[in-house]
């Protein structure tokens, strides 16, 4: 059983997080912050949200790429949830406890600008940059992640490896 914080009310709910791939083999990630908690400071983390009731982990990650970027892909694009994860952080005065996969999107060209029309308000906030990364920039950078053991577990899981990583407590 997971002992979380007693710190703010919980939200619960599954989610699905994207690795990004374009046709160059770079990574999107999003330079993000929480505007509540300055002291958490910044970090790269993968694209994805919530899955809502009665959607398919594929049918939110194309939803939540073209809400979150603009880029369109189709849900055979979408890979195997081969990556299982729960973690839990604090967001928007609440803690989030998500049980999250991981999966590949496949581009087939180069990745490009970010398009911001369809974001949410809260993620306009939060995100203030993206960059396209190396697979080799992400796993030798010392800089933060979400999942926080993106740079160690990145290889593996574009190898094709079931991942089910321990509980990650972010924030």
Sequence with gaps: MIELPRDLPILERDAVR????????RILLF???????????VWWE?????????ETYRA?????????????????????????RTASFR???????QHEVVVEVRLDVPGTAVDEGERLDYEKEDYFGFRW???????????????GRLPAL????????????PFELFS
């Design 18 to 25: 994207l690795v990004v791939r374009d046709s160059e083999d």
């Design 133 to 147: 990364w190396s697979i080799a920039e992400i796993v030798a950078s010392s800089e933060a992640f979400y999942p």
């Design 31 to 41: 330079h993000t912050h929480e505007i509540t908690l300055p002291e958490l400071g």
């Design 91 to 97: 967001h928007r005065k609440l803690r989030h406890l």
């Design 154 to 165: 990145l290889e593996r899981f574009l190898d094709g490896d079931e991942i089910d990583e």
């Design 60 to 84: 939110a990650a194309v939803r939540e790429l073209r809400e979150e970027t603009g880029i369109s892909v189709s849900a055979a694009q979408v890979g195997e949830p081969s990556w299982r």
């Design 46 to 54: 993968l694209p994805g949200g919530g899955i809502d009731e009665g």
